[in-house]
C-alpha cells in the first residue's frame, strides 16, 4: 500500500509529537533549572536545622509567639519544596525529578525520617510549648533527616555536573557549598541553643566549634578557592561584594559563637540568647542572596 506525501508528512508530525515530550523528560532539567535544584534542595538542608533552632527557642521561652509562626512556615516550606523536587512545583520553579535513583532518595527522607519529624512539630505548635522530652527527640531526629538531605543534594550536585552544567562543573559545587552555609548558621544557632539548654553541653561545645569552623573555611574557600573543598573561588565582582557582607556580619556573630563554644564559660545568658536569635537571621539572609547570585550564573 503507497501512502500519499500528505499522509507521510501527517505521520511524522503525530510521531515528533508523540515522541519529543519523552525525549525531552529523559534529558532532565536544563543548565537554569539545575541551578534553582541545587539552590532548593540545598535550602531544604537549611530549614532541617532552622526548625530546630525555631523549637529550641520556644523550649527556652523565647518570643514564643513569633517562633511557632516561624515555626509553622518553615515546617510548611520544607514539605512543600519535598515534594516539589520530586514531582515539581511551577510556583517554586522546580522541574520533576527525573533519576529514579534521586526519587527514591526523596521517598526514603519523607517515608524514614520526615514525616515523623513532621509529627513532632505539629504536636508542638498545638501545645505552643517544648517538653524537655521533645528536646531529647529533635536533637536526636533533626540530624539524621539532615544526613539524608545532604545525600540528595550530592545526587543532585552529580547530576549536574554530568549533564546541565557539565561546561562548568565547579558551578554546581559553588552553589552547592555556598547553600550549605546557609545550613550551617542554623546548625550553629541550634547548637548554640541545644548547650544553653544543657542538652548534652560537652557535645554540642564541641559541635560548635567544628560547624563554626567549617562555615569559616568554607567563606573564604567562596571567596578565594579552596583546592581541598573543590571550590574554584568567586571572580565575579558583585558575587565577591556580596560575600564580603557575609564576611562582615560573620565577624560579629562568630564571637557570640566562640562564646558559647568555649568549655570555660558555664552558662549561656538570657541576653545571650536573644543576641543570637537576633543576629542568626541577617547571616543568614544575606548568604541566602549569594546563592541566588550563583544561581543566576547558572542560567547564563
Known amino acids: 500500500m503507497h501512502l500519499s506525501m500528505k499522509a507521510i508528512v501527517c505521520l511524522a508530525s503525530i510521531t515528533m509529537f508523540l515522541v519529543s515530550p519523552v525525549i525531552s523528560f529523559a534529558e532532565g532539567p536544563t543548565a537554569a533549572e539545575y541551578g534553582v ?53 511551577a510556583e517554586l520553579r522546580l522541574p520533576p525529578t527525573v533519576s529514579t ?6 521517598d526514603k527522607i519523607n517515608t524514614n525520617h520526615w514525616q515523623e519529624y513532621y509529627k513532632l512539630i505539629q504536636s508542638v505548635l498545638t501545645a505552643k ?16 533527616l ?64 567544628e560547624t563554626s569552623t567549617l562555615f569559616d573555611r568554607t567563606l573564604l574557600g567562596l571567596m578565594d578557592g579552596d583546592e581541598m573543598l573543590d571550590l574554584p573561588g568567586t571572580k565575579n565582582d ?5 560575600l564580603k ?7 560579629s556573630f562568630k564571637p557570640i559563637i566562640e562564646t558559647a563554644a568555649d568549655p570555660k564559660t558555664p552558662s549561656i545568658s538570657q541576653d545571650q540568647i536573644a543576641t543570637l536569635a537576633k543576629s542568626n537571621l541577617p547571616l543568614l ?9 550563583y544561581e543566576k550564573e547558572a542560567a547564563k
Open 37 to 89: 535544584v541545587l539552590n532548593l534542595s540545598g535550602k531544604q538542608r537549611m530549614l532541617t536545622q532552622k526548625m530546630s533552632k525555631e523549637m529550641m527557642l520556644i523550649a527556652l521561652n523565647h518570643d514564643v509567639e513569633n517562633n511557632l509562626k516561624n515555626l509553622a512556615a518553615t515546617s510548611g516550606l520544607f514539605d512543600k519544596t519535598l515534594k516539589g523536587l520530586r514531582d515539581g512545583d
Open 101 to 106: 535513583r534521586i526519587v527514591k532518595q526523596l
Open 129 to 144: 510549648k517544648v517538653s524537655k522530652e521533645q528536646v531529647v527527640v529533635l536533637a536526636e531526629a533533626n540530624l539524621p
Open 146 to 209: 539532615l544526613s539524608q538531605m545532604n545525600k540528595c543534594v550530592k545526587l543532585y550536585e552529580k547530576d549536574a555536573s554530568k549533564a546541565g552544567m557539565k561546561s562548568d562543573p565547579g558551578l554546581a559545587v559553588t552553589i552547592n557549598l555556598s547553600g550549605k552555609q546557609r545550613m550551617l548558621s542554623q546548625k550553629m544557632s541550634k547548637e548554640f541553643l541545644l548547650t544553653a539548654y544543657g542538652h548534652q553541653v560537652d557535645d554540642n561545645k564541641l559541635n560548635l566549634l
Open 238 to 242: 558583585t558575587i565577591s561584594q556580596q
Open 245 to 251: 557582607v557575609v564576611m562582615d556580619l560573620w565577624k
Open 285 to 293: 539572609k544575606e548568604m541566602n542572596k549569594a546563592v541566588g547570585m
